[in-house]
Structure formats: C-alpha cells, structure tokens
C-alpha cells in the first residue's frame, strides 16, 4: 500500500503562485509514476499532470501547459506542483495519484491506483 498526503494549498490572487507537495510513504516510491488531478464542485476529477518514476518524463493538460511544473524527489518521496500564473478557473481540490506501473504516464485517472484526500486551491479575482 502506498499513502499519499498533499499540502500547500490555500487561498491567492489572480496571477500569483502556489507550491502543492505530495509526501508518499508505504512502498517504493521512485518505482511509481506520479499525477496530478483538480476537482471543482459540480466538475469530473481532471488531469492535471504527470511525470515518470525517473522523472524524465513529464506530460501536462493543456489548460495548464506553461504554468505549471510537476517535479519529484524521490529521496524525500515527495512530488510536487508548482503553480503560476494562476487564474480562478484553477479553483478546485488538487489531488495526487500513484500509478504502479512502469514505464508509463497515464493522463486517465481510471489507471491510478492510490489517491490523497486532496488540497484545496481557491484563486480569487
């Protein structure tokens, strides 16, 4: 089993930024592929973004593509997200995933195995 806790969230204006973490403890950590997902009221759970167990790979939404960064360190067992530019339509619970499988970087959260109990980021105007 594999836990995942997020943290950073919180509350800033239009155009700031924001660091989410992700601390995962229970199996191998560098042996997963790690995502990123957001999910508004009312809205499905949304891709975010994704890198590789090495993490020489990285593949974003396209509604994020230049604004944010996702990076691990798999000493620390930690990924993370670095937001900017955020807009208010970032607005929405950030969760991390782990995917157990290697030598993929799935952007369908059906593949992703283990879930954190998400962050909220809320962007105001």
């Known amino acids: 089993q594999v836990q995942l806790v997020e943290s950073g969230g919180g509350l800033v204006q239009a155009g700031g930024s924001l660091r989410l973490s992700c601390a995962a403890s229970g199996r191998t950590f560098s042996s997963y592929t790690m995502g990123w997902f957001r999910q508004a009221p009312g809205k499905e759970r949304d891709f975010v973004a994704a890198i590789s167990w090495s993490g020489s790979r990285t593949y974003y939404s396209d509604s994020v593509k230049g604004r944010f960064t996702i990076s691990r360190d798999n000493v620390k067992n930690t990924v993370y997200l670095q937001m900017d530019s955020l807009k208010p339509e970032d607005t929405a619970v950030y969760y991390c995933?782990?995917?157990?499988?290697?030598?993929?970087?799935?952007?369908?959260?059906?593949?992703?195995?283990?879930w954190g109990q998400g962050t909220q980021v809320t962007i105001s105007l």
């Open positions: 995933a782990a995917d157990a499988r290697i030598g993929t970087i799935a952007t369908n959260k059906a593949e992703y195995d283990y």
